[in-house]
């Protein structure tokens, strides 16, 4: 039986961020210059600017995370770098990082989350409907292969 926990951000999971990470875009994509940007510089980026990131752990080994980005210049949070390895997919890993994200940005009282995304990847789309998230238009993209923009109202 697998054990399945989420846990916050600590320094000994950046190479497991980065490595999943880097596992689905080139997958999928390309890394782009702004993937570059988070992934060389992900707690001065993310955890330093009053971000977190969360990672799914199938006993005992982390198999999935999720960001939280904060944007002190246009003063939103986004949902980014979601990654389940594939061995993993299937568990539920991106629902369960997708509500501890949610759960956490009620704790700090955030009330909006965007994210971006690529209709190719069909299953994600369905997880960020399920989790409240709607359509709304693409603006200002941070990246090439997104063509969707969602947003999550948080009550």
Request: net charge negative.
């Amino acid at each position: 039986m697998n054990t399945t926990r989420i846990e916050l951000y600590r320094p000994k999971y950046k190479e497991d961020f980065v490595r999943l990470n880097t596992e689905w875009i080139t997958t999928y994509f390309r890394l782009e210059e702004s993937d570059l940007h988070t992934l060389n510089h992900v707690e001065e980026y993310i955890i330093n600017e009053g971000g977190q990131i969360f990672v799914a752990l199938v006993n005992n080994k982390v198999e999935g995370c999720c960001a939280l980005v904060a944007h002190p210049e246009t003063q939103t949070f986004e949902m980014a770098k979601m990654a389940v390895s594939p061995q993993a997919q299937g568990l539920g890993l991106g629902r369960k990082l997708g509500e501890a994200l949610i759960a956490y940005a009620k704790e700090k009282s955030i009330k909006q989350v965007f994210l971006e995304g690529n209709t190719l990847l069909e299953s994600s789309i369905i997880l960020y409907r399920k989790l409240g998230f709607i359509e709304v238009p693409i603006k200002d993209s941070a990246y090439e292969r997104c063509n969707i923009m969602m947003v999550l109202d948080i009550e």
